[in-house]
């Protein structure tokens, strides 16, 4: 017989165990309180190591082979009734495969095409109906554009609030009519003007459906009220990383949270910060609710970010309390075997007192498919404080539903568990180090904490540091690999290879091989980050610089940490001296620069660098007519994350992520001679990177 919440199958089958030796057979049975404990644990971490197992025998007061039996039942459980589920859910669905395969079969056995034995159309006849379908296209054509610049205007007079459903949808209807129109065919599915269905949407909205889209925000805002200002209540900490998380006991009890995902392997993971950081409140709001300026506020974070849908009052954010947005975004962090996270989200400005902004996201079903979705946003958000010296206080708060689709590699699991994945510090990590880049960034003085002797002005300076923020973008944006051909063959001891063909400006035409490979290192990230940072063992590791001495030209300061700066690297070939030493020769015609952007923060950091020659160097600086955009450029590089097991980059392991991209061909017509060789070749070469890194590391090889 089945039992998922008493444990007591996990009792009897250790009982079984013990009474081997004894000869017996001796029952025994958790306690209520032994029972809630285990199953509040199983909901963080499914699989407990050692260390965890033993504290749960001390909390708990059971023996060790008690609690490693009850898991392993547990997950077995699991299981199970995970595969039923699929298995009556693929079982129904074949039902409906076979009925409509036997209406089709039945449908296309009675089908006739008797001969009307009429005279074919002549020339004429087939002349006067083309006029006719010309005609009703353009007819259709003129009622479609009438009834979008209706719903144009209709969705500007909207605000959010009462007013939202004071519009009869009669009244909708009327006007609609008034065009010539019957409104029952508008919501026919073959309509030439209905919502597209690939992602991300962007449909016209109806006023059912911003009535609805006003209500969840409105849900949304309240619930994150009584989560920031009643944390006694609703707050624990971790057992796993001791970071805030919230009690889905009371939580259930105050939201009527109703679960999304069904499976059992689908989780929830919940978490909050605060943090001081040096903007001004209004401007911070006006980047949230700006989807690309809210992607460059969270390059490391937000992959993608589109707005839809624009609702409620148009008043600047000082004299405003409610503003709507509908946007979709990806977004992804630290490896390609971490798979991205895709929200269609509301997103609600509201200022709830003089000073003080509350921005809540929640998902919401309106042209969206949750059936086939992996994560669901639960209200989520910030608070902006205003503070005296153009500063601002936001707390941050994060909760989401995570189903079993989302299949991340084994070395990420435990990170991901944790607050530390995607969860509120690092949102506010990134906060806080953007906001000092973008204050650093904005000086157009040279700053004495910066030397160079290549950067001049303080306008050279700027572009520079545009430069090394677009490469970080680049960078971040090429480990999802998705949308490219992928060779998952070589996905061996945490190694992905795919390629593809660019087009646009701002990398080289032509065929570009990424890879990428993760790896755990038993060092704290700072200790790892340090290492690669230096520059006398670069050529142990860097195909760049293998044979070189590299030296460093120009340094600019990107955060108050000197661990977050952009540099200017000269690698210059050597020649060897009668000692045998290799010493970098007197010319600097032969010599090539490298664009390197390094950060750390409170749970890692990174380290990008891209190969640029002098002449597009000197373009970056002086500007030339040429858009910082426009300008061609390749990063590869590191991703220093902390394991998860610490609460800090200072103590615990590392998971280190190296991704190279190289560019194969510049002929864009050579993509079908790309063979499996090309791939292996790329393969090689960053495995044995990888091999040379541990080497400088002194880690032994776990692969």
């Known amino acids: 017989m089945e039992n998922y919440g008493s444990g007591s199958s996990c009792n009897e089958q250790y009982a079984s165990e013990d009474s081997k030796q004894s000869g017996k057979r001796t029952g025994h049975r958790h306690t209520p309180q032994q029972i809630q404990g285990l199953e509040a644990f199983f909901m963080e971490c499914p699989h407990p190591d050692e260390a965890q197992r033993q504290q749960l025998c001390e909390e708990l007061k059971l023996g060790l082979n008690q609690v490693k039996f009850w898991f392993q039942n547990k997950r077995t459980q699991c299981k199970?009734?995970?595969?039923?589920?699929?298995?009556?859910?693929?079982?129904?669905?074949?039902?409906?495969?076979?009925?409509?395969?036997?209406?089709?079969?039945?449908?296309?056995?009675?089908?006739?095409?008797?001969?009307?034995?009429?005279?074919?159309?002549?020339?004429?006849?087939?002349?006067?109906?083309?006029?006719?379908?010309?005609?009703e296209n353009a007819r259709l054509k003129e009622q479609r554009d009438k009834i979008s610049h209706f719903l144009s205007n209709m969705s500007k007079r909207l605000t959010v609030g009462g007013s939202l459903a004071s519009v009869p949808t009669q009244h909708i209807f009327d006007q609609i009519s008034s065009y010539g129109i019957n409104p029952s065919t508008m919501f026919d599915p073959s309509s030439s003007f209905g919502p597209p269905t690939s992602q991300p949407i962007q449909p016209q909205l109806f006023q059912m459906d911003?009535?609805?889209?006003?209500?969840?925000?409105?849900?949304?805002?309240?619930?994150?009220?009584?989560?920031?200002?009643?944390?006694?209540?609703?707050?624990?900490?971790?057992?796993?990383?001791?970071?805030?998380?919230?009690?889905?006991?009371?939580?259930?009890?105050?939201?009527?949270?109703?679960?999304?995902?069904?499976?059992?392997?689908?989780?929830?993971?919940?978490?909050?910060?605060?943090?001081?950081?040096?903007?001004?409140?209004?401007?911070?709001?006006?980047?949230?609710?700006?989807?690309?300026?809210?992607?460059?506020?969270?390059?490391?974070?937000?992959?993608?970010?589109?707005?839809?849908?624009?609702?409620?009052?148009?008043?600047?954010?000082?004299?405003?309390?409610?503003?709507?947005?509908?946007?979709?975004?990806?977004?992804?962090?630290?490896?390609?075997?971490?798979?991205?996270?895709?929200?269609?989200?509301?997103?609600?400005?509201?200022?709830?007192?003089?000073?003080?902004?509350?921005?809540?996201?929640?998902?919401?079903?309106?042209?969206?498919?949750?059936?086939?979705?992996?994560?669901?946003?639960?209200?989520?958000?910030?608070?902006?404080?205003?503070?005296?010296?153009?500063?601002?206080?936001?707390?941050?708060?994060?909760?989401?539903?995570?189903?079993?689709?989302?299949?991340?590699?084994?070395?990420?699991?435990?990170?991901?568990?944790?607050?530390?994945?995607?969860?509120?510090?690092?949102?506010?990590?990134?906060?806080?180090?953007?906001?000092?880049?973008?204050?650093?960034?904005?000086?157009?003085?040279?700053?004495?904490?910066?030397?160079?002797?290549?950067?001049?002005?303080?306008?050279?300076?700027?572009?520079?540091?545009?430069?090394?923020?677009?490469?970080?973008?680049?960078?971040?944006?090429?480990?999802?690999?998705?949308?490219?051909?992928?060779?998952?063959?070589?996905?061996?001891?945490?190694?992905?290879?795919?390629?593809?063909?660019?087009?646009?400006?701002?990398?080289?035409?032509?065929?570009i091989v990424s890879a990428a490979s993760s790896f755990p290192i038993p060092l704290p990230p700072v200790q790892v980050f340090d290492n690669l940072r230096k520059l006398d063992p670069r050529q142990q590791w860097d195909v760049l610089a293998y044979g070189t001495v590299v030296t460093e030209i120009a340094r600019v300061a990107t955060g108050s940490s000197e661990t977050n700066c952009l540099s200017i690297l000269r690698v210059h070939p050597t020649q060897e001296e009668n000692n045998g030493k290799l010493v970098a020769e007197d010319s600097d015609k032969g010599d090539m620069l490298m664009l390197q952007d390094c950060y750390m923060d409170a749970l890692g950091g990174m380290l990008v660098y891209a190969p640029m020659d002098m002449t597009t160097m000197d373009t970056t600086l002086t500007g030339a007519d040429v858009e910082i955009s426009d300008i061609p450029i390749l990063p590869s590089g590191f991703i220093i994350s902390s394991d998860g097991r610490r609460s800090t980059v200072e103590d615990g392991g590392t998971l280190l992520t190296l991704a190279f991209q190289i560019l194969v061909s510049g002929n864009t017509n050579r993509a079908r001679d790309v063979n499996e060789n090309s791939v292996n070749t790329v393969s090689t070469l960053i495995s044995s990177t990888v091999q040379r890194i541990k080497g400088l590391l002194n880690c032994p090889d776990q692969c």
């Open 210 to 511: 911003v009535s609805l889209l006003s209500e969840t925000a409105a849900s949304a805002v309240e619930e994150l009220k009584r989560l920031f200002f009643t944390e006694e209540q609703f707050w624990v900490k971790s057992s796993i990383d001791g970071t805030d998380v919230i009690d889905s006991e009371n939580y259930e009890k105050f939201s009527n949270a109703v679960k999304k995902f069904r499976s059992m392997s689908a989780h929830v993971e919940s978490s909050k910060d605060v943090t001081v950081v040096p903007i001004e409140a209004t401007n911070l709001i006006e980047m949230f609710l700006d989807a690309e300026k809210w992607k460059e506020l969270f390059p490391t974070m937000v992959n993608q970010a589109k707005t839809l849908h624009v609702l409620g009052s148009e008043l600047p954010i000082r004299e405003n309390c409610n503003i709507l947005r509908v946007m979709w975004e990806q977004l992804h962090i630290l490896s390609p075997l971490v798979p991205p996270r895709e929200f269609m989200i509301v997103r609600c400005c509201q200022e709830i007192s003089k000073g003080l902004w509350i921005i809540a996201d929640v998902s919401h079903n309106v042209y969206f498919d949750f059936v086939n979705a992996s994560c669901y946003k639960r209200p989520s958000g910030c608070l902006i404080q205003s503070l005296p010296n153009a500063q601002s206080k936001v707390m941050w708060i994060e909760h989401v539903e995570v189903g079993h689709k989302l299949d991340t590699h084994k070395i990420f699991k435990e990170l991901l568990s944790g607050g530390s994945g995607y969860g509120a510090k690092r949102w506010i990590a990134t906060l806080e180090r953007m906001c000092e880049r973008m204050a650093l960034t904005s000086n157009l003085t040279l700053p004495a904490s910066d030397w160079s002797e290549v950067i001049r002005t303080g306008e050279e300076r700027r572009r520079v540091l545009k430069l090394g923020e677009r490469m970080i973008m680049n960078f971040n944006e090429m480990l999802t690999m998705s949308g490219k051909v992928d060779f998952p063959q070589q996905s061996k001891c945490g190694v992905r290879v795919s390629m593809r063909i660019n087009l646009e400006a701002g990398q080289p035409r032509g065929l």
């Open 80 to 135: 199970v009734q995970e595969e039923k589920a699929g298995n009556l859910s693929l079982r129904g669905q074949n039902e409906i495969l076979k009925s409509e395969n036997e209406a089709m079969h039945e449908a296309l056995s009675s089908v006739l095409c008797p001969d009307c034995g009429g005279p074919p159309f002549g020339r004429e006849e087939r002349a006067l109906n083309f006029q006719k379908l010309l005609l």
